[in-house]
């Protein structure tokens, strides 16, 4: 690609067969006596990227001179899926489920913020019916809760704390009921669609969300009893994964990252989106800038979390989920049917007895999708990682032209290298569990 | 390395038309090339025309934005008209097309000036459009002030002929791997990027998988006998 | 150990047979090889609620030196087929590999530049195990058959004969590719 430039022990020769690079340039007794003087304790260590430790399939390099990081560096890639380049080979519609899978742990988050960014594009963001934005918003909160909760479990894991990761796994699987309960799904869901919701809240949907209210403001405190005064816990949490205010925003971290370093940025309030704007919740800060303060945000986070999805029941109004425009919408009036799979029975009588118009219309939208009009858009959400921005551009076909995430994770793992460096190694396992990066959102 | 691509004007990025910008044709409904096309829709002629520039006034903040970042580079002696080739505002967004060479001052400026104070960049997302000769690739960054609560873009095209880019990684050091993706994916060249490498795709690989004209790489999947074509492979709608 | 291996086919052998194949299926110990969604999935799998502990299986090694189950839990990539390879080749023998879900298992969704077409282009696979991605009930299921599949596992001359017989009957058989009628 570039002029190929001469290093001091390395020569080049051009040959017949291209160019051929030796090191036999250089000064010998000199690289000789440089590695002599260096220490002996000073290796180079990989880290993964299979690894227990590493949170996914995350590779770290580090250079340690004794047990002191010196240098870390990271290796990432190795779960690069082209799920951008797959979605501009799909419908709008069907893109959803592919970027659901992006970030595996906020897939409502992922899947908010595609559709946000195609309703802008189509211009209907002001269309969409409130008890829509409002299923948007609890899902999103409920997904925020198990987020924050598999990042505090694995980051327990990864300390040897076996207890607290089997306290985030059991109550995430109350968020998980929930989940297979409105969705169908446990993960990867799909359910938030361009222009609303595939289908509206199954009946009881209410007294479970109630349910899991009771039973979560009991088990949040358990955390409390269990790590936040814990000696050992603290030892090795405070202090440690330090990064300030000017190194998050040089760094572009966001997030429980940005918040612990007391900058109180949250999307959902300096840019509400889905209206946030009508819901009563504060967004914690803390200013330690450390693994622990980014430990305690996220319990606060969870239970403000609680506190929005106990409104959001209050706000449930009965209505569409879906945009009354019909060149968009799906038939979202779906019931579920004796073998589990959701159907429109009112629906399906209707394309297939009574109206040919109907049936043209729906076979054209499920198999052409509907066009978006050219240009491009983005949109933003406060995930529970930090910003996750979508730039989604459109040239007017039934397909995305190109759209490319902004992942949180992806950013906040670049902060890495300054947070580990001079550290110790077994802090480097702390630092990275407090990033919480998700290789799935890392690497799409 | 593309030479001979039928670009006349080489390295130099082609000056813009207006109204909107045409990136592409659209002939037909159904990709069916090949003559099959028996639906009449097969002489379908669309062209594909991006928003165009706009005049004042933005509305919203983007008038003063405008106006505090043209004042700033005026204080630096260039000339805003050359800096910033267009200004668009579509669905409620501003996006400046800034000429390459002067992509870092602008960016700085931005960083620094008080009014502006566009903190975060939230990365580069390349966008390739084969259609728009002579600015084939293009650079995108959207920029957030948490200052004043604002959101702006800049995009900045280049040539395939001349992949380059001045990099941003010494006023955003965010933008550092933001911009090996950009370059791993589309073979936009970031010039003084501290390491410019390849960063998901395993270090030898050949090519630039996100742009339009390599393929998806699908292979043909078969399902007892029958063949079901590869995405990229299938007829669709155009 | 070896020993078994050299056994002379008989009585003897069916009998270690069954010892070694109940030993072995009593206690594996998985690698961790979560790569995407279902590495979640196989995390809760082994908490709480579905407690892989009860079938002997709760220890997940982190190394592979010490492990004779890879459960391949998610999207392979071209960059981590390698890495996959070789830790697959770090296992001692006898190891078993799971490959779950469908993107480890044929692609799935993700038929491009970047994933694998399918774990089975790397490493031999015992069970293949869909869903995307599966349910803990389903891995758990899967683990099961393994563990029978485990049992009844032959060795030493049996399991050379075994081998020559699966060979004839798979040269027998009808390639899909000519087979009619109806998916089934």
Same mark, same amino acid.
């Given at each position: 690609?570039?002029?190929?430039?001469?290093?001091?022990?390395?020569?080049?020769?051009?040959?017949?067969?291209?160019?051929?690079?030796?090191?036999?340039?250089?000064?010998?007794?000199?690289?000789? +006596?440089?590695?002599?003087?260096?220490?002996?304790?000073?290796?180079?260590?990989?880290?993964?990227?299979?690894?227990?430790?590493?949170?996914?399939?995350?590779?770290?390099?580090?250079?340690?001179?004794?047990?002191?990081?010196?240098?870390?560096?990271?290796?990432?890639?190795?779960?690069?899926?082209?799920?951008?380049?797959?979605?501009?080979?799909?419908?709008?519609?069907?893109?959803?489920?592919?970027?659901?899978?992006?970030?595996?742990?906020?897939?409502?988050?992922?899947?908010?913020?595609?559709?946000?960014?195609?309703?802008?594009?189509?211009?209907?963001?002001?269309?969409?019916?409130?008890? +829509?934005?409002?299923?948007?918003?609890?899902?999103?909160?409920?997904?925020?809760?198990?987020?924050?909760?598999?990042?505090?479990?694995?980051?327990?894991?990864?300390?040897?704390?076996?207890?607290?990761?089997?306290?985030?796994?059991?109550?995430?699987?109350?968020?998980?009921?929930?989940?297979?309960?409105?969705?169908?799904?446990?993960?990867?869901?799909?359910?938030?669609?361009?222009?609303?919701?595939?289908?509206?809240?199954?009946?009881?949907?209410?007294?479970?969300?109630?349910?899991?209210?009771?039973?979560?403001?009991?088990?949040?405190?358990?955390?409390?009893?269990?790590?936040?005064?814990?000696?050992?816990?603290?030892?090795?949490?405070?202090?440690?994964?330090?990064?300030?205010?000017?190194?998050?925003?040089?760094?572009?971290?966001?997030?429980?990252?940005?918040?612990?370093?007391?900058?109180?940025?949250?999307?959902?309030?300096?840019?509400?989106?889905?209206?946030?704007?009508?819901?009563?919740?504060?967004?914690?800060?803390?200013?330690?800038?450390?693994?622990?303060?980014?430990?305690?945000?996220?319990?606060?986070?969870?239970?403000?979390?609680?506190?929005?999805?106990?409104?959001?029941?209050?706000?449930?109004?009965?209505?569409?989920?879906?945009?009354?425009?019909?060149?968009?919408?799906?038939?979202?009036?779906?019931?579920?049917?004796?073998?589990?799979?959701?159907?429109?029975?009112?629906?399906?009588?209707?394309?297939?007895?009574?109206?040919?118009?109907?049936?043209?219309?729906?076979?054209?939208?499920?198999?052409?999708?509907?066009?978006?009009?050219?240009?491009?858009?983005?949109?933003?959400?406060?995930?529970?990682?930090?910003?996750?921005?979508?730039?989604?551009?459109?040239?007017?076909?039934?397909?995305?032209?190109?759209?490319?995430?902004?992942?949180?994770?992806?950013?906040?793992?670049?902060?890495?290298?300054?947070?580990?460096?001079?550290?110790?190694?077994?802090?480097?396992?702390?630092?990275?569990?407090?990033?919480?990066?998700?290789?799935?959102?890392?690497?799409? | 390395?593309?030479?001979?691509?039928?670009?006349?004007?080489?390295?130099?990025?082609?000056?813009?038309?207006?109204?909107?910008?045409?990136?592409?044709?659209?002939?037909?409904?159904?990709?069916?090339?090949?003559?099959?096309?028996?639906?009449?829709?097969?002489?379908?002629?669309?062209?594909?025309?991006?928003?165009?520039?706009?005049?004042?006034?933005?509305?919203?903040?983007?008038? *003063?934005?405008?106006?505090?970042?043209?004042?700033?580079? *005026?204080?630096?002696?260039?000339?805003?008209?050359?800096?910033? *080739?267009?200004?668009?505002?579509?669905?409620?967004?501003?996006?400046?097309?800034?000429?390459?060479?002067?992509?870092?001052?602008?960016?700085?400026?931005?960083?620094?000036?008080?009014?502006?104070?566009?903190?975060?960049?939230?990365?580069?997302?390349?966008?390739?459009?084969?259609?728009?000769?002579?600015?084939?690739?293009?650079?995108?960054?959207?920029?957030?002030?948490?200052?004043?609560?604002?959101?702006?873009?800049?995009?900045?095209?280049?040539?395939?002929?001349?992949?380059?880019?001045?990099?941003?990684?010494?006023?955003?050091?965010?933008?550092?791997?933001?911009?090996?993706?950009?370059?791993?994916?589309?073979?936009?060249?970031?010039?003084?990027?501290?390491?410019?490498?390849?960063?998901?795709?395993?270090?030898?690989?050949?090519?630039?998988?996100?742009?339009?004209?390599?393929?998806?790489?699908?292979?043909?999947?078969?399902?007892?006998?029958?063949?079901?074509?590869?995405?990229?492979?299938?007829?669709?709608?155009? | 150990?070896?020993?078994?291996?050299?056994?002379?086919?008989?009585?003897?052998?069916?009998?270690?047979?069954?010892?070694?194949?109940?030993?072995?299926?009593?206690?594996?110990?998985?690698?961790?090889?979560?790569?995407?969604?279902?590495?979640?999935?196989?995390?809760?799998?082994?908490?709480?609620?579905?407690?892989?502990?009860?079938?002997?299986?709760?220890?997940?090694?982190?190394?592979?030196?010490?492990?004779?189950?890879?459960?391949?839990?998610?999207?392979?990539?071209?960059?981590?087929?390698?890495?996959?390879?070789?830790?697959?080749?770090?296992?001692?023998?006898?190891?078993?590999?799971?490959?779950?879900?469908?993107?480890?298992?044929?692609?799935?969704?993700?038929?491009?530049?970047?994933?694998?077409?399918?774990?089975?282009?790397?490493?031999?696979?015992?069970?293949?195990?869909?869903?995307?991605?599966?349910?803990?009930?389903?891995?758990?299921?899967?683990?099961?058959?393994?563990?029978?599949?485990?049992?009844?596992?032959?060795?030493?001359?049996?399991?050379?004969?075994?081998?020559?017989?699966?060979?004839?009957?798979?040269?027998?058989?009808?390639?899909?590719?000519?087979?009619?009628?109806?998916?089934?």
């Amino acid at each position: 690609m570039s002029t190929p430039t001469t290093h001091a022990t390395a020569g080049i020769r051009e040959t017949t067969e291209g160019t051929v690079y030796d090191v036999t340039g250089g000064d010998w007794d000199e690289i000789a +006596a440089a590695a002599a003087r260096s220490d002996d304790e000073r290796i180079i260590v990989n880290m993964g990227p299979q690894h227990p430790s590493t949170h996914g399939v995350l590779r770290l390099i580090l250079e340690i001179d004794g047990e002191t990081v010196t240098e870390a560096r990271c290796g990432i890639g190795y779960l690069h899926t082209g799920i951008e380049k797959n979605l501009e080979y799909r419908t709008w519609t069907q893109g959803t489920t592919f970027v659901t899978r992006m970030d595996y742990l906020t897939p409502f988050f992922n899947e908010t913020a595609y559709c946000m960014a195609v309703e802008k594009l189509l211009g209907i963001e002001g269309d969409i019916p409130d008890r +829509a934005n409002v299923i948007r918003v609890l899902l999103m909160e409920l997904n925020r809760i198990s987020s924050h909760l598999v990042a505090i479990a694995t980051g327990g894991m990864e300390l040897g704390a076996t207890t607290v990761m089997i306290f985030g796994f059991r109550d995430r699987e109350l968020v998980l009921d929930l989940y297979e309960l409105i969705t169908g799904l446990r993960m990867n869901h799909a359910y938030i669609r361009p222009g609303g919701l595939s289908q509206d809240l199954p009946p009881g949907t209410v007294d479970a969300l109630r349910e899991f209210l009771k039973k979560m403001k009991k088990n949040l405190p358990e955390y409390d009893a269990l790590c936040t005064g814990n000696p050992v816990f603290k030892a090795r949490l405070k202090d440690i994964g330090h990064l300030d205010l000017a190194g998050c925003m040089a760094l572009g971290a966001t997030g429980p990252i940005l918040r612990s370093a007391g900058l109180p940025h949250d999307l959902r309030k300096s840019d509400p989106y889905c209206g946030y704007e009508n819901y009563d919740f504060e967004v914690p800060t803390v200013d330690t800038c450390d693994s622990y303060g980014r430990f305690l945000l996220r319990l606060e986070e969870m239970r403000q979390s609680l506190r929005i999805i106990e409104q959001c029941i209050d706000r449930l109004e009965p209505g569409p989920v879906m945009v009354g425009d019909k060149k968009i919408a799906w038939p979202a009036q779906l019931a579920l049917g004796p073998d589990g799979l959701g159907n429109s029975l009112d629906h399906i009588k209707n394309i297939m007895g009574t109206s040919m118009e109907a049936l043209i219309h729906h076979f054209k939208l499920v198999t052409e999708g509907f066009r978006v009009p050219p240009g491009q858009t983005y949109a933003a959400v406060e995930s529970p990682k930090g910003e996750l921005g979508v730039h989604a551009v459109s040239d007017g076909g039934t397909r995305p032209y190109r759209v490319h995430f902004r992942d949180p994770s992806f950013t906040n793992l670049e902060a890495m290298a300054a947070m580990c460096e001079g550290g110790q190694v077994a802090d480097v396992i702390v630092a990275v569990a407090s990033i919480d990066p998700v290789m799935g959102g890392v690497d799409r | 390395m593309t030479e001979g691509n039928g670009n006349g004007n080489g390295a130099v990025p082609a000056p813009r038309q207006d109204p909107g910008e045409v990136i592409g044709v659209r002939r037909g409904m159904f990709g069916a090339d090949k003559g099959g096309d028996t639906s009449g829709y097969g002489g379908l002629v669309r062209t594909v025309r991006l928003p165009g520039a706009s005049r004042r006034p933005y509305g919203g903040y983007f008038d *003063e934005v405008a106006d505090e970042l043209e004042g700033a580079l *005026e204080e630096q002696g260039l000339v805003p008209g050359e800096v910033i *080739e267009k200004t668009v505002v579509d669905r409620n967004e501003v996006t400046f097309h800034v000429a390459r060479e002067h992509l870092l001052q602008v960016t700085r400026t931005l960083r620094d000036d008080p009014a502006l104070r566009f903190e975060l960049c939230t990365g580069v997302s390349g966008v390739h459009f084969p259609g728009d000769k002579g600015r084939e690739l293009h650079a995108v960054y959207h920029l957030r002030s948490i200052t004043h609560n604002r959101v702006i873009r800049l995009e900045v095209s280049a040539p395939d002929s001349d992949p380059h880019v001045p990099s941003v990684v010494e006023v955003y050091p965010t933008n550092d791997w933001h911009e090996r993706e950009t370059y791993d994916f589309f073979g936009l060249i970031f010039d003084g990027h501290p390491a410019l490498t390849r960063i998901m795709m395993p270090d030898d690989w050949q090519g630039f998988p996100q742009r339009k004209d390599y393929p998806l790489g699908g292979i043909p999947v078969e399902y007892k006998g029958a063949q079901i074509p590869a995405p990229d492979q299938r007829r669709s709608y155009s | 150990m070896g020993i078994e291996e050299k056994l002379p086919s008989g009585f003897l052998l069916t009998t270690v047979e069954q010892a070694a194949g109940w030993v072995r299926k009593s206690s594996m110990f998985p690698a961790t090889f979560g790569l995407a969604c279902c590495a979640i999935e196989m995390m809760t799998t082994g908490a709480g609620r579905y407690d892989l502990a009860r079938f002997g299986m709760e220890v997940f090694r982190g190394s592979p030196r010490q492990a004779d189950l890879m459960i391949v839990a998610g999207r392979v990539s071209q960059k981590m087929a390698p890495v996959l390879r070789q830790v697959y080749d770090q296992m001692p023998n006898p190891k078993w590999v799971i490959s779950m879900g469908v993107c480890a298992s044929s692609g799935g969704m993700f038929n491009n530049y970047a994933i694998v077409q399918g774990v089975d282009h790397i490493v031999p696979v015992d069970i293949y195990l869909p869903g995307c991605p599966p349910r803990p009930e389903m891995l758990l299921d899967a683990i099961l058959k393994l563990h029978q599949h485990v049992q009844g596992e032959k060795i030493g001359v049996n399991r050379e004969k075994a081998a020559r017989e699966a060979e004839e009957a798979a040269r027998k058989a009808l390639p899909t590719i000519e087979m009619k009628g109806l998916l089934r």
